[in-house]
Every structure is written in structure tokens, then in C-alpha cells.
């Protein structure tokens, strides 16, 4: 069966510095993969999806980037964080038509 | 380009109590529809989902929905809810031929004693 990790789970990180989420799914091979960003109040946003090795489409400019440097990784960074970067980061893969979530990343920016 | 709107952030209910949450989405093209449910500090599970067939569907813990093509709505129903439906509810549409899930803004269900 499909699984999809996350890690971490819970991330404090000051203004400034540096970021890097790992997502990686195991049990299928060449998913569409997406990375979403729950922040208090305001749903659910598409911020990067992949639908392959390097290809990367970014829904919302930002200083957040992400990348896919193997099938089932992918990856959100930051050189540097914003205090609005806050918020709850969920990875998923489609299976083609249903979206499957990872358990996420708690991430605050002091 | 499509859309959801879920109507209502925040829906609190007493115990034993029907409840509905509304979906209306937007788009030019034919659509699969989902709910998921997330409960507090986890990621989304599928609750239920309309792909064909039956305009009603029914997911295993007593919520169901209903298709409306006319209305483009995709309510959430549920005719007694317990204090473990306490969660937030996410609707989301994708296009048939494939492309992006959009999902609305979520709907905080809150059960009562």
C-alpha cells in the first residue's frame, strides 16, 4: 500500500533563517506530488505541484521554493523565513483522482 | 479556471443535532468532488467523494452529499452528529481530465454537549 511521510512534524524556526521540508511517498511510482499551506484562518493553498523529476509548476509567488530531485521526494525550502510563513504544511499525491495527505509540518517563525 | 466556496467558516451544533455544510464550486468543465475532514494538528483524510453514477453519496461514518449539477453545490449532510465530528471540513473539485485540486476554505464543524 501507498504511504506518504513528512518531516518534520513540528518546526519553530526564526525570521531569517533557513528551511527545508521533506516529503517522500513510497508504494507508487511517478506520483503527482503537491505541497499546500494551511495558515489560521485561511484554508487550504496550492503553493507547488510536480508531476514529475524536476517539474516543478509554482502556483503563488512567495519566497518559498521546491524542488524533486527523485521520483518520490519532494521538497519545500527557504533561504529565508518570513514571520507570514507560518502555518501548517501538508504534502499529498494524487492516485490519479484523489488527492492523498501526508500528516504535515507545524511550522512557526519567530 | 475553477473555484469552491464553502459558505460557512464556522458551523457549531449541540450533540445529536442535523447538520449541513455548504459547497458551491465553479467550473466551465465536468468535475470530481471531494470532502475531507481534519482533525485537530493532522492531515486531511477523504470523507466521501462523487466521481459518476449516484448523485448522492454516503461515506462510512453517516455524512453524505449530494451532486447538484443545476446548483454547482455539493452539500455536506449529516442527520445526527456526535461530539467526535468535531473537526474542519474541506471541500475540493478537480477537473475530470485531470489538473489541479482546489479546495475551498474550510468549514469549522463544532459539536456541543
Known amino acids: 500500500s501507498q504511504t506518504i511521510h513528512q518531516w518534520p512534524a513540528t518546526l519553530v524556526q526564526p525570521v531569517g533563517s533557513p528551511l527545508s521540508l521533506e516529503c517522500t511517498v513510497e508504494g507508487t511510482s511517478n506520483p503527482n506530488l503537491y505541497w499546500y499551506r494551511q495558515a489560521a484562518g485561511r484554508g487550504l493553498q496550492l503553493l507547488f505541484y510536480s508531476v514529475g523529476i524536476g517539474q516543478i509548476s509554482s502556483e503563488v509567488p512567495q519566497n518559498l521554493s521546491a524542488s524533486r530531485p527523485q521520483d518520490r521526494q519532494f521538497i519545500l525550502s527557504s533561504k529565508k523565513l518570513l514571520l507570514s510563513d507560518s502555518g501548517f504544511y501538508l504534502c499529498?499525491?494524487?492516485?490519479?483522482?484523489?488527492?492523498?495527505f501526508g500528516p504535515g509540518t507545524r511550522l512557526t517563525v519567530t | 479556471a475553477q473555484s469552491v466556496t464553502q459558505l460557512d467558516s464556522q458551523v457549531p451544533v449541540f450533540e445529536e443535532a442535523p447538520v449541513e455544510l455548504r459547497c458551491n464550486y465553479s467550473s466551465s468543465v465536468s468535475v470530481y468532488l471531494f470532502w475531507y475532514v481534519q482533525y485537530p494538528n493532522q492531515g486531511l483524510q477523504l470523507l466521501l467523494k462523487?466521481?459518476?453514477?449516484?448523485?448522492l453519496v454516503e461515506s462510512i461514518n453517516g455524512f453524505e452529499a449530494e451532486f447538484n449539477k443545476s446548483q454547482t453545490s455539493f452539500h455536506l449532510r449529516k442527520p445526527s452528529v456526535h461530539i467526535s465530528d468535531t473537526a474542519e471540513y474541506f471541500c475540493a473539485v478537480t477537473q475530470r481530465q485531470g489538473g489541479k485540486l482546489i479546495f475551498g476554505q474550510g468549514t469549522e464543524l463544532s459539536v456541543k454537549p
Open positions: 499529498a499525491w494524487r492516485s490519479p483522482i484523489m488527492a492523498h
Open positions: 462523487y466521481l459518476s453514477g449516484s448523485t
